[in-house]
């Protein structure tokens, strides 16, 4: 498995951006697809991006899309997430998620065998 570590997270106002960071260790980051998911308080944890291990495609979840990019840096084993015109409904717990599912895109969380520890996200109104 690949070890995963977030970072980038932190307080903003609505409308403001963040670019989240994700570091993998191991040699092999290229052969996963790469996943963001968060959790909000009280809700279950919920699929945002994904970037398939071929490197070719990328898959938004609807509440994010236009607003939100994935990109992956294989050099740098890092996957990042970039987020602007935030809003207050996208605080969260953010998680990076490495998996090696065949189906595309791989939304569900059983898809990912390896996550980080999260970073808080908070967009204030």
């Known amino acids: 498995q690949v070890q995963l570590v977030e970072s980038g997270g932190g307080l903003v106002q609505a409308g403001d951006s963040l670019r989240l960071s994700c570091a993998a260790s191991?040699?092999?980051?290229?052969?996963?697809?790469m996943g963001w998911f968060r959790q909000a308080p009280g809700k279950e944890r919920e699929f945002v991006a994904a970037?398939?291990?071929?490197?070719?495609?990328?898959y938004c979840a609807d509440s994010v899309k236009g607003r939100f990019t994935i990109s992956r840096d294989n050099a740098k084993n890092t996957v990042y997430l970039q987020m602007n015109s935030l809003k207050p409904e996208d605080t969260a717990v953010y998680y990076c998620?490495?998996?090696?599912?065949?189906?595309?895109?791989?939304?569900?969380?059983?898809?990912?065998?390896?996550w980080g520890q999260g970073t808080q996200v908070t967009v204030s109104s």
């Open positions: 998620a490495a998996g090696v599912a065949r189906r595309w895109p791989p939304t569900q969380i059983y898809e990912y065998a390896s």
């Open positions: 191991g040699r092999t980051f290229s052969s996963y697809n």
């Open positions: 970037f398939n291990r071929n490197g070719g495609s990328t």
